[in-house]
T-cell receptor, first 112, second 114 residues
């Protein structure tokens, strides 16, 4: 049984560009959540997907968007990148809503 | 964004000592979780608590869900060098827009002197 995997592990983008981050959920999990972790901070909730539908969103602007696919993998898209978007982006999957969340290793995004 | 109050922010301890850290919130949570994060890695789940007053152990780790549902603590007994890392508490709501949303503390950085 594989855990949560994210790709890429590291990424450098220029301000104004767009980025897509990918997440494969743990086998048997139908819920995926995305978090942004700035340096020295705890993770901040971006949004959650449950069975391909968005099921809650944190305080992030609309340029942060996502998708969940029929196999429950997920994408996080960020448009018009800003310098402050530089962070570790974490994906977490869980068996269902309100069950323990298991995290991937994250994608380190640097915006220059 | 919202974060829980986690303390201490950092601590240095001798190998073999016991460690205690706690987390408080102004909001009620239905689930408390404790994670450990190593540099360059994602958080790893240590303990999950589902009921007010619940005391749960995982090896040398013990955590409790506060009776008021607004706090939790984590104890590590007989610390060893591999306990080094950042420990995060997280609260999870269950109703409405907070369903599934984890609110994290800022972390407790643990350093152990061998």
């Amino acid at each position: 049984e594989t855990g949560v995997t994210q790709s890429p592990t590291h990424l450098i983008k220029t301000r104004g560009q767009q980025v897509t981050l990918r997440c494969s959920s743990q086998s048997g999990h139908n819920t995926v959540s995305w978090y942004q972790q700035a340096l020295g901070q705890g993770p901040q909730f971006i949004f959650q997907y449950y069975r391909e539908e968005e099921n809650g969103r944190g305080n992030f602007p609309p340029r942060f968007s996502g998708l969940q696919f029929p196999n429950y993998s997920s994408e996080l898209n960020v448009n018009a990148l800003e310098l402050d978007d530089s962070a570790l982006y974490l994906c977490a999957s869980s068996f269902s809503l309100n069950t323990e969340a298991f995290f991937g290793q994250g994608t380190r995004l640097t915006v220059v | 964004g919202q974060q829980l109050n986690q303390s201490p922010q950092s601590m240095f301890i001798q190998e073999g000592e016991d460690v205690s850290m706690n987390c408080t919130s102004s909001s009620i949570f239905n689930t408390w979780l404790w994670y450990k994060q190593d540099p360059g890695e994602g958080p790893v789940l240590l303990i999950a608590l589902y009921k007010a007053g619940e005391l749960t152990s995982n090896g040398r780790l013990t955590a409790q869900f506060g009776i008021t549902r607004k706090d939790s603590f984590l104890n590590i007994s007989a610390s060893i060098p591999s306990d080094v890392g950042i420990y995060f508490c997280a609260g999870q709501g269950i109703y409405g827009g907070s369903q599934g949303n984890l609110i994290f503390g800022k972390g407790t950085k643990l350093s152990v002197k061998p």
